[in-house]
């Protein structure tokens, strides 16, 4: 279960990954618990936070379960709280909860509501996540905090408006948030990933998919793993010289 030392320096460190019950989510929580760290596994599912904690402590790591929804702050602020009683501290965060929206229909077809929902979630959540999660490292000068947005936010995806605009404002917003923070010792980066093999593709069209595959150089969909070891790092204290970057992670699609 547990990696060599020498694969980042989190071993004891109280690490938060919400949206854990699936997914991108579930595969980082589960390699920081193999690094050594406290993983706070954090999802408005409350049954999947559970197995995906229970899966960690059957494998030799250290986790606990808690629900919590990116739509409300005091919900997110009590899961920090809980894993900070745990652990002493939170030092990283990783923020995977999102939604894909309406997808299939052009801008002008799509419900205000289905967008407002979408945002909600997407971009309105990460907002709260970094405020709850600033608000914890502060104190302590160090924290590392990661959103996971999207390739479609860098380049953005034809008809999935919702998807599209709401992860280009988690990439502005981080960008925004980093120089924010840059002298507290706490860095806040993204992850920009093209189509990866989670269960959310099970959710698009073959058309969505067709699209999103067949720009991506490598000329593959990429895992689970790749998208958790890159996370792993950037919330380590190795990171410690990059903040407000949007990380690329999509088969060489979009290097910039």
Request: proline letters at 3%.
């Amino acid at each position: 279960m547990t990696e060599p030392e020498s694969a980042f320096s989190i071993a004891g460190q109280g690490m938060a990954v919400i949206g854990s019950g699936s997914g991108i989510g579930r595969g980082t929580a589960a390699l920081l618990a193999a690094r050594g760290a406290l993983v706070a596994c954090i999802d408005s599912n409350e049954s999947a936070a559970e197995t995906a904690a229970r899966d960690i402590i059957a494998d030799g790591g250290d986790a606990i379960a808690l629900r919590a929804d990116v739509r409300s702050y005091d919900e997110i602020d009590d899961a920090f709280a809980d894993l900070e009683s745990h652990a002493g501290q939170v030092h990283g965060v990783i923020n995977s909860a999102g939604v894909t929206g309406p997808t299939g229909r052009r801008s002008h077809e799509v419900e205000l509501a289905e967008f407002d929902a979408t945002y909600e979630i997407n971009l309105r959540g990460s907002l709260i996540v970094s405020q709850a999660a600033v608000r914890r490292m502060l104190p302590h000068q160090y924290g590392r905090i990661v959103h996971v947005a999207s390739i479609a936010g860098k380049e953005g995806n034809p008809n999935m408006i919702g998807y599209s605009a709401t992860k280009a404002g988690i990439i502005g917003m981080v960008k925004a948030q980093g120089k924010e923070y840059a002298t507290d010792g706490i860095t806040i980066n993204a992850v920009a990933p093209a189509v990866i093999g989670t269960p959310w593709i099970k959710s698009l069209s073959e058309e969505v998919v067709g699209y999103m595959t067949d720009r991506i150089p490598m000329g593959r969909v990429g895992s689970i793993e790749e998208v958790a070891q890159i996370l792993a790092w950037i919330v380590s204290p190795e990171c410690s010289f990059t903040t407000g970057f949007t990380f690329d992670i999509s088969g060489g699609r979009a290097t910039y």
